[in-house]
């Protein structure tokens, strides 16, 4: 590259050698009017001269630097020849298209392919010359021309120049030739050979992508006027045409691409015939005589040249889009999608019509989130171009659905949508009802979503109707206009009350709006919103209870006191004022004793307020600021009054901020608090010494230690008073002995063993505690205590929920603080975790059991619950929940339990699809036996015990067989994804195939389950196969099992083995593929599934077989039946088989190529259909 000084320094001599090579030498003309090149001819003297004679056999020679020696240029002139998708020198670091400095040399032995992968500033050069060699020898361009697009695809193997002539003496079409490429790249021979190189998001693939774009459209901008006006009739469009219809994927990617391309090329061609016609119309409309003459012939010119560009284009839309943007590949269909938003908004004086604008609004529904993505952006750029007038019949066809993509799954569909549907609320595209609608997304778990969604609020709320609200307000007094901060918070208080008045916490909410609008943060204006009495505008009741709310987030988020975890609270917590949460914090506790008295009878209004002070960051305040002793005061007598549960949290909160904290204040603020606590631990003294003398107990009692429960869940209120610990051993007790049975009402137990967890969890955070016999003796006390509720068949559903939780988090605060302390014995009993795991089981397969009049004795007890009003589902999650907890800290717990434990989790999945997939990852995790050498064995147990509840399940007639089906897929997953070492694995099978074939009465039912254990089987090496194949063998002899002769139906146990033994022979022999080891559901070939269903399994001790041919029949013919535009190898033509194909190709199946499907990755199907 030449600096700019030395460039025209020495122009002159360039041109004046220049002029004198033209005149010496015979040369094509270029046209060097790409924008960023320099004109070759400009800079070739003093490196042709000096170093090296100029190649007579070259179309274009490039510049060589000065300092360069000869190797180097020799080298830098051979890289034209290097192979396709191989960059040459420094061309993995070009862009495409601009080019700052020259442009790369061409040789004669240079392929387009090349040209376009490693030079990619040559480019424009290799587009003109090759319209140049077409218009001398057209087969031969055509031919190069083919063969490019098929090089870019990856096709080593290219197409003869004998298909191209005219003269071809072979009965064969274009068609035929394209069909026999694919059918060699599609069969065994060909297989491995095609090595895409438009494909990818790598770094490399993205600048093939680009530099082939370029091309095409450097290929249109040269190409002759009179080739552009019948560009649709050239000779490359029949080949065109015939790759973008082929079965091979990559071919129609390259295909596609070239036909978008060349028409959004077309498309700029046709815009600047637009803008021509638009200046000579009116230079003709003022014109006269002779030169309007002219000007109407250039003007019919013009007009004829457009006609041929509008048939040219919706010739390629016709052949190309309209198959193309369904086909089964969703980037072709992404590629199509956006072509056709293009060219709506660059031509959309042929293509704003809904007969091209319906295939944007069909995409809005596919399958594959790109497309709808490039369907949104489409749609969002119509609006953005203001062609909404022309858009009426579009915008009421499709504006619903654009809508419902608020709640997409994608979540970058979702915010497309969210911002199209902000461009269309801007111009009144949407009805009042669909813009609410679109505020409740401010609930949205995802904070990009929320912070769209307030984006949305700010453009159509505040800027629009918030603002005409407040123009009008103040012309209605002018000389006294409300305050328009106010007044914007007093529109957005009675939003968020009518969109989130649901919310318990607005934290996220607040987080997302206040970015657009900081006004919200405004803790004095918030305040004194509050504080303001009965006006004309003043908000309502519940609106008063959003605002405070909302007071609350924003001091939660000012404080950086957003979670809700109290871990810290044990060890005691130090806050750290940064400067803007120090400033809300004083401010905000300026007004807060104020406000707890104007609504100190509002329990609603209460609980945010009282939380605020749980954000206080207590070393803002000095020793001198006398409002942290009113505001204790405050909290204090709250405390004493309030009944509900929220309330008295939030209270609880307060007080460990008051009490734990770090603060100068901190010993008076103790002092004006220490009444409140003594008298929580009176109150419950009184209760104990009720209880403890026979007394009933009365609902002041119950309410008492409530109350402490709640505080004592926040402060250690032992530490305190150790007298307390004794008294709710006592009460404890009372409740294990069973015989203060009403005295003690339900939710007054759940209190009481709450406050014992709530004991044992203080003294995990005491470093300093050295004998744990007090917390063992409060712990045994809840285990007792929870026991008894669990075996109890008289107590409602609340209670025991409270007792499972109980001991879930014994087990979690046992395992994690109290394990080897002391040398002390923390873990839990065995018979304590058994009689968890016994409730645990009852309760998660309680809702997929099926109601005969024959109940077993278990669902008998679950049904015998008194009714309330807790969700059942809320029950069994918590069993799943706390389940976990006690497979994560199992000490102590019998290999049996903890095998039945691990089975709960991992079979029962009712509660929720996605929590169960999350249980059942932790549960794998963590259920581990110490010593390693009995995985294998622990984990057939489980398994094992699956299979047999599923075998009393359908021999009892206790469930519905899809239910046993959704326990059957449950125990398959397990399997398949076990994780084992080498040689655990191994032991897994060997163990597993002795327990399926050592069966008394030789029915073998459990061979089913060697579908499953296939699975497993893959990870075996192809030693252990071996090994295994000899044990199976023997156990096979020993059993009296004959594999020779095969059997007559699939399904039989005999044949179920044979199938095993070549999945062994196969590891052993290595033939296997990826996963092909193990047993698979069949997609296609006329083969059925070997799932375990409830046909398969026993019921009463003989394998059924009822249902067995219907579902044979049904397996084969979906097995068999070719999916729906699916290509296939044969048969009628391929062009018409890819045109009606569909998206189902991106969806998961036949991985391996070998028409089967992994059996985990398939839904386990029922008796009518188990293909």
């Not at 019509?353 to 993505?373: E, F, I, M, P, T």
């Not at 309330?868 to 019998?894: E, F, Q």
Request: aromatic content about 6%.
């Amino acid at each position: 590259h030449l600096s700019g000084l030395q460039l025209r320094r020495e122009t002159d001599s360039y041109r004046r050698m220049a002029t004198s090579q033209r005149a010496t030498r015979e040369r094509k003309t270029v046209n060097y009017k790409e924008p960023g090149q320099i004109p070759l001819s400009i800079l070739e003297k003093d490196y042709t001269e000096k170093e090296d004679k100029i190649d007579e056999d070259d179309d274009f020679e490039a510049p060589r630097p000065a300092s360069a020696s000869k190797a180097a240029r020799k080298r830098a002139k051979t890289d034209g020849g290097s192979a396709p998708g191989t960059p040459s020198g420094g061309g993995g670091k070009r862009k495409s298209g601009n080019m700052m400095g020259p442009p790369a040399a061409i040789s004669a032995n240079d392929s387009l392919s090349g040209i376009v992968l490693n030079k990619a500033s040559a480019i424009p050069m290799a587009a003109k010359s090759w319209w140049a060699s077409f218009e001398t020898d057209p087969v031969t361009a055509v031919h190069k021309l083919t063969n490019m697009v098929l090089e870019m695809t990856g096709c080593r193997k290219t197409l003869p120049l004998a298909c191209f002539q005219e003269d071809d003496e072979t009965d064969m079409d274009v068609d035929d030739y394209i069909k026999q490429l694919v059918e060699h790249y599609t069969s065994a021979s060909g297989e491995g050979e095609l090595v895409p190189l438009l494909s990818g998001a790598n770094k490399l693939a993205k600048r093939n992508q680009a530099n082939f774009a370029d091309f095409w459209e450097k290929w249109v901008s040269h190409a002759p006027e009179a080739e552009l006006q019948i560009l649709h009739e050239n000779p490359f469009c029949p080949w065109l045409h015939a790759m973008s219809t082929s079965q091979l994927q990559p071919l129609r990617i390259a295909a596609a691409t070239v036909g978008l391309e060349i028409m959004l090329a077309l498309v700029g061609k046709a815009n600047d015939t637009l803008d021509n016609m638009s200046s000579l119309q009116r230079m003709y409309e003022t014109a006269k005589g002779v030169q309007k003459d002219r000007l109407k012939e250039q003007l019919d010119s013009k007009r004829e040249i457009r006609t041929n560009a509008e048939v040219t284009l919706g010739s390629f839309f016709n052949s190309l889009v309209v198959h193309r943007h369904r086909d089964i590949n969703h980037e072709i269909r992404t590629k199509s999608i956006k072509a056709i938003g293009e060219l709506v908004v660059r031509y959309k004086h042929k293509f704003l019509d809904n007969s091209y604008l319906k295939y944007v609004g069909w995409a809005l529904s596919d399958k594959h989130q790109d497309v709808r993505l490039a369907a949104l952006g489409a749609i969002q750029s119509f609006y953005t171009e203001n062609l909404a007038n022309e858009l009426e019949m579009f915008t009421s066809r499709f504006k619903e659905r654009v809508h419902q993509m608020r709640l997409d799954k994608d979540k970058n569909v979702q915010l497309l949508a969210i911002e199209t549907a902000k461009t269309m609320a801007e111009k009144e595209l949407l009805s009042a009802d669909q813009v609410e609608e679109m505020y409740h997304l401010l609930k949205e778990d995802d904070a990009s979503v929320r912070s769209a969604v307030a984006d949305f609020i700010q453009s159509t709320y505040v800027d629009q109707d918030l603002e005409s609200a407040y123009e009008v307000a103040a012309k209605k007094t002018p000389k006294n206009k409300p305050d328009k901060e106010t007044f914007m918070l007093k529109g957005m208080v009675e939003m968020i009350s009518a969109v989130a008045g649901d919310m318990h916490h607005l934290h996220p909410l607040i987080e997302s709006l206040q970015t657009q609008m900081p006004f919200l943060s405004e803790v004095g204006l918030l305040c004194s919103v509050l504080l303001e009495e009965n006006e004309d505008d003043s908000l309502e009741a519940d609106q008063r209870v959003t605002l405070a709310e909302m007071l609350e987030a924003v001091m939660a988020l000012a404080t950086r006191n957003t979670g809700n975890d109290d871990a810290d609270r044990f060890q005691g917590k130090k806050n750290v004022a940064s400067k803007s949460g120090k400033e809300a914090c004083l401010m905000v506790a300026q007004s807060l004793p104020a406000l707890l008295r104007k609504f100190g009878a509002d329990a609603e209004m209460l609980e945010p307020l009282v939380l605020i002070v749980d954000h206080l960051q207590m070393d803002s305040f000095s020793a001198k600021d006398k409002v942290l002793h009113e505001v204790a005061d405050m909290v204090s007598d709250v405390t004493l009054k309030a009944q509900s549960d929220d309330l008295l949290d939030a209270c609880g909160r307060a007080l460990a901020n008051l009490l734990d904290s770090e603060y100068a204040a901190r010993s008076a603020v103790q002092g004006r608090l220490s009444t409140l606590l003594t008298s929580l631990v009176g109150d419950v003294r009184k209760a104990s010494n009720a209880c403890n003398q026979g007394h009933k107990l009365t609902v002041l009692n119950g309410m008492a230690i409530k109350r402490a429960t709640t505080v004592a869940g926040h402060v250690d209120l032992f530490a305190m008073d150790p007298a307390l610990r004794q008294y709710v051993v006592v009460m404890l007790k009372a409740v294990a002995e069973n015989d203060e049975k009403g005295k003690l009402p339900g939710a007054m137990i759940s209190d009481i063993m709450v406050m014992g967890v709530a004991y044992v969890g203080h003294r995990a955070g005491d470093e300093e505690l050295k004998d744990m016999t007090e917390v063992l003796e409060v712990r045994d006390c809840v285990l007792e205590c929870a026991n008894e509720i669990l075996r109890s068949h008289n107590v409602t559903r609340v209670l025991k929920n409270t007792a499972m939780v109980a001991i879930g988090d014994l087990v979690q605060i046992c395992g994690r603080h109290f394990t080897g302390k002391n040398d002390g014995d923390m873990a839990l009993s065995p018979d304590a975790v058994a009689i968890y795991e016994e409730a645990s089981n009852i309760v998660l397969s309680s809702g997929l059991t099926y109601e005969y009049n024959a109940e077993p004795s278990m669902q008998a007890m679950w049904r015998q619950l008194p009714e309330d009003n807790t969700d059942p589902s809320c029950t069994v999650r918590l069993a799943a929940m706390t389940g976990l907890k006690v497979i994560a800290y199992h000490d102590g717990c019998h290999e049996e339990t903890l095998a039945k434990l691990v089975c709960n989790q991992l079979m029962y999945s009712n509660y929720n699809g996605k929590l169960h997939n999350d249980a059942v990852k932790v549960a794998m995790e963590n259920a581990m036996v110490e010593d390693s050498g009995e995985t294998a064995s622990f984990w057939l147990t489980v398994h094992q015990q699956m299979y047999q509840r599923i075998q009393e399940a359908l021999v009892e007639n206790t469930a519905e067989e899809n239910v046993i089906a959704k326990w059957s897929e449950n125990m398959v997953n397990s399997v398949s994804t076990l994780k084992l070492e080498s040689d655990d694995t191994a032991e897994y099978v060997r163990a597993a195939v002795d327990w399926i074939l050592t069966d008394e009465d030789g029915s073998l039912p459990r061979t089913i389950f060697l579908g499953s254990l296939a699975i497993q089987a893959k990870n075996l090496s192809k030693e252990q196969a071996g090994d295994m194949l000899v044990h199976l063998e023997d156990v096979c002899r020993d059993n009296s099992i004959e594999l020779r002769a095969k059997a007559n139906d699939e399904d039989s146990p005999v044949e179920l083995i044979r199938v095993f033994r070549r999945r062994l022979q196969d590891i052993n022999e290595g033939a296997a593929k990826r996963g092909g080891a193990g047993f698979k559901t069949p997609s296609k070939n006329n083969a059925h599934s070997r799932q375990m269903t409830p046909n398969t399994l026993d019921r009463g001790g003989a394998k059924s077989r009822r249902g067995s041919s219907q579902g044979s029949q049904q397996g084969s013919q979906s097995g068999g039946q070719k999916r729906r535009g699916r290509p296939s190898g044969g048969g009628s033509s391929k062009k018409a088989k890819a045109n009606a194909a569909s998206d189902e190709e991106d969806e998961g199946g036949d991985e391996d190529g070998d028409g089967w499907t992994n059996v985990s990755e398939s839904p386990v199907s029922s008796k009518k259909s188990r293909a």
